[in-house]
């Protein structure tokens, strides 16, 4: 049985913990007057707003994704065209099976952006780590399935005009 989803938004593995472990200066994101995020001057301070607002739409049982002006704060409009389709058994933006529910004991571990003399593809990379999700579909043990699963991400960004935006979440090589 899964814990309650209203208790989940004030756990220690909450996007609200991961929040609240920022510089005050980062803790409520300022938009303009077109809705856009303006707090976040660095790659990895838009990376760690986004897992924030996106595992907290989560564990309250609604679908971030589906939220196009919220998502583009964040994202970038190839992103959400690219992702907007796709297994149904995976969430579109992060990539993970489905259920959420097996995201409710995951931490998400935000790295510090690099940036190349050449540019690659994207503007900028930080490294997330996701641990302690749990994939009831990969193993079963005594009956339950599961394993507990740590998984190393890459985050690519571009630069806007008005700050950075998410083009890419992939698995890191």
Known sequence: MNPP???????PNSPSAIVNQLPAATQTPSLNSAGVNQSASTPDELVRQFYAWYLGELR?????????????????????????????????ALGLPKPESDWYNM?????????????????AYVDVTYKGFTDRGA??????????????WSVGLQRASDGWRIASIGIRD
């Not at 989803?5 to 756990?11: D, G, K, S, V």
């Not at 970038?76 to 995976?90: A, L, M, V, Y």
């Open 5 to 11: 989803q209203n208790n989940m938004r004030n756990a």
């Open 60 to 92: 309250d049982g609604k679908e971030p994704f589906t939220q196009e002006d919220r998502m583009k704060q964040y994202v970038s409009d190839d992103f959400i065209k690219e992702h907007t389709s796709g297994p149904k058994d995976f969430d579109r």
């Open 107 to 123: 931490k998400v571990e935000i790295g510090k952006p690099k940036y190349y003399d050449k540019k690659p593809y994207y503007d």
């Open 139 to 152: 193993s079963v043990r005594s009956g339950t399935r599961f394993v507990t699963i740590e998984d190393s």
